[in-house]
């Protein structure tokens, strides 16, 4: 069974910090997808890597591939409150299922 | 443009009681999915459909659970009898992709507490 682990399970810091948020796994994915998800809402769709050691921008937000499509990484910079959300990756695994990893429960203060 | 509709947004029942769950895909989407959403056991997928068919219902927990989507707008998962370790977030999600790894479009969930 292919498991997506992330850490931290949950983070709360300063408006202003920058933090990473990782997503380990010992199995390789065809690609990732990050997903965030706020209180009583759906996840959202925030970004898909394909090819391992691709980084990808969203504003404040850097994704990264691991070169062996095990891992990934998610680095804020500056978080804002808005920030504040749990944060999923989710693999796409050999057997063609989406498996979503453990989740970051990220609490950015003002 | 409205995305993916679930209703109800929020559900108390007692054991043993049936629970409907219903939701409406984005139009032109034609995979559907049924996600449960637990503290312990995080984000996992019961049953997918593509073009109307299920695809894959081996995350589908128990007899008790079932899935239907009769047409391209509705689908529903039905849990009879529940019980109280049912009680989670049910998504429901849509896509383009004929896959179940393309993007995934959320609902915003039916809260289920079953006492």
């Known amino acids: 069974t292919q498991l997506l682990e992330q850490s931290p399970q949950f983070l709360s810091i300063q408006e202003g910090e920058n933090l990473t948020v990782y997503c380990n796994s010992s199995?390789?994915?065809?690609?990732l997808q990050w997903y965030r998800q706020e209180p009583g809402e759906g996840p959202v769709l925030l970004v898909t890597v394909v090819t391992g050691g691709e980084v990808k921008k969203l504003k404040r937000l850097t994704f990264q591939f691991g070169d062996a499509r095990k891992d990934s990484s998610l680095h804020i910079t500056a978080a804002q409150p808005g920030d504040t959300g749990l944060y999923l990756c989710?693999?796409?695994?050999?057997?063609?299922?989406?498996?979503f990893g453990t989740g970051t429960r990220l609490q950015v203060f003002p | 443009d409205a995305g993916v509709i679930q209703s109800p947004r929020h559900e108390v029942t007692e054991m043993g009681q049936e629970v409907t769950l219903r939701c409406k895909p984005i139009s032109g989407h034609n995979s559907l999915f049924w996600y449960r959403q637990t503290m312990m056991r995080g984000l996992e997928l019961l049953i997918y459909?593509?073009?109307?068919?299920?695809?894959?219902d081996s995350g589908m927990p128990e007899d008790r659970f079932s899935a239907k989507m009769p047409n391209a707008s509705f689908s529903t998962l039905k849990i009879q009898p529940s019980e109280p370790r049912d009680s989670a977030v049910y998504f429901c999600a849509s896509s383009t992709d004929s896959h179940s790894t393309g993007e995934l479009f959320f609902g915003e969930g039916s809260r289920l507490t079953v006492l």
């Open positions: 459909f593509n073009n109307n068919v299920p695809i894959d």
């Open positions: 199995s390789v994915f065809s690609s």
């Open positions: 989710a693999g796409e695994s050999i057997t063609d299922k989406l498996i």
